[in-house]
Nanobody, 114 residues
Framework: VQLQAFGGGLVQAGGFLRLSCAAS????????MSWYRRAPGKQRELVAF???????YYADSVKGRFTVSRDNAKNMVYLQMNGLKPEDSAVYYC?????????WGQGTQVTVSS
C-alpha cells in the first residue's frame, strides 16, 4: 500500500486547510485510516482516525475544529482543519491499516503563523 498525502501549507491563525491522502496498490480493503502529526521536538501524536464504517476519533486538542472523512470507493481520507492555531504546526502523516498492517505516507507540512 502506498499513501500519498497532500494539501499542507502555510496559513494564518484562524485559517483552514484540507489535507488529503490517497491510498494505492494492491490490498483487500482498508480498515482504519488515520492522521498523525509530529511537531519539532515532540512525539508523534494521533490527531484523528476513521473506521471503514465511519466511526471517528479525535484528539482533545482538535475536537470541534478538525473533521476526518473518507471515501472508501476512492481509498481516500481527508482532514478538514478549521480554526487553525500555531500549535497545530507540524508534519501531518496519514496512516492506513489493512489486514493488520500499518502503512504510512510521507507527510505534509502544516505551518500556522500567529
Amino acid at each position: 500500500v502506498q499513501l500519498q498525502a497532500f494539501g499542507g501549507g502555510l496559513v494564518q491563525a484562524g485559517g483552514f486547510l484540507r489535507l488529503s491522502c490517497a491510498a494505492s496498490g494492491s490490498f483487500f480493503g482498508i480498515e482504519t485510516m488515520s492522521w498523525y502529526r509530529r511537531a519539532p521536538g515532540k512525539q508523534r501524536e494521533l490527531v484523528a482516525f476513521i473506521s471503514r464504517g465511519g466511526s471517528t476519533y479525535y484528539a482533545d486538542s482538535v475536537k470541534g475544529r478538525f473533521t476526518v472523512s473518507r471515501d472508501n470507493a476512492k481509498n481516500m481520507v481527508y482532514l478538514q482543519m478549521n480554526g487553525l492555531k500555531p500549535e497545530d504546526s507540524a508534519v501531518y502523516y496519514c496512516n492506513a491499516v489493512t489486514e493488520g498492517t500499518h502503512y504510512w505516507g510521507q507527510g505534509t507540512q502544516v505551518t500556522v503563523s500567529s
